[in-house]
């Protein structure tokens, strides 16, 4: 089956300690994102990804870093979380264009 | 920078009805898709438009791109329950580097039986 994969789907954690959200798809697909999505605000991309090895900010970068050493991985990472990064994520990949993108479950984080 | 704004953010229409949500971007962009969100779920893509003119219909729903104007409008026709989700439209704009998807805050729609 076809499909996005994010774990952990849910996360308490405290701040300023150092978790990854790991992404993964078996679509063969070059092109990852990562977006949060916040009440109010809608959906924010964080960092995309065009292919291997090319990573590239999105529209709410800070406190966040991402990897793409293999075409089926994009692990997020947040270094030192803070309460401001309690929000739901996503993680989408599609084929080069059109981006008619395919999204994860989600994992919900709370930063206490 | 590239400003995406969905109307209305909340509908609620009764069964049978017809209603249109509207999309506008502030930039030139040919590429806007169309997401469909229920409530504690994920994103799932309903519609992608390429091109100025273009129109795709999925049973009580049909989208559209105006390029020019930098409108899409997502018609709903004769609506039932079912179709009760958020809806987003999505526009690819571009960054330095390349390209950037930016997202519109969502249409809240809920059908009343």
């Known amino acids: 089956e076809a499909q996005v994969t994010q774990n952990p789907r849910y996360l308490i954690t405290v701040t300023g300690k150092k978790l990854t959200v790991t992404c993964s798809q078996n679509?063969?697909?070059?092109?990852m994102s990562w977006y949060r999505q916040d009440p109010g605000l809608g959906l924010r991309q964080i960092y995309y990804?065009?292919?291997?090895?090319?990573?590239d900010k999105g529209d709410v970068p800070e406190g966040y870093k991402v990897s793409r050493k293999e075409k089926r991985n994009f692990p997020l990472i947040l270094e030192s979380p803070s309460p401001n990064q309690t929000s739901l994520y996503f993680c989408?990949?599609?084929?080069?264009?059109?981006?008619?993108?395919?999204f994860g479950p989600g994992t919900r984080l709370t930063v206490t | 920078e590239l400003k995406v704004e969905q109307n209305p953010l909340f509908l609620s229409m009764q069964e049978g009805k017809n209603y249109t949500i509207y999309c506008n971007y502030s930039?030139?962009?040919?590429?806007l898709y169309w997401y469909r969100q229920d409530p504690g779920k994920s994103l799932e893509s309903l519609f992608v438009?390429?091109?100025?003119?273009a129109v795709k219909q999925e049973g009580r729903l049909m989208a559209s791109l105006d390029t020019k104007a930098r409108l899409s409008t997502l018609h709903i026709t004769a609506a039932v329950h079912d179709l009760s989700a958020t809806y987003f439209c999505?526009?690819?704009?571009?960054?330095?580097?390349?390209?950037?998807?930016?997202f519109g805050g969502g249409t809240r729609l809920m059908v009343k039986p």
């Open positions: 990804s065009m292919n291997v090895e090319v990573t």
């Open positions: 999505a526009v690819d704009g571009y960054n330095n580097a390349g390209n950037m998807l930016t």
């Open positions: 438009l390429l091109s100025n003119g």
């Open positions: 989408a990949s599609s084929a080069t264009l059109p981006y008619e993108q395919y």
């Open positions: 679509m063969n697909h070059e092109y």
């Open positions: 930039t030139t962009s040919d590429r």
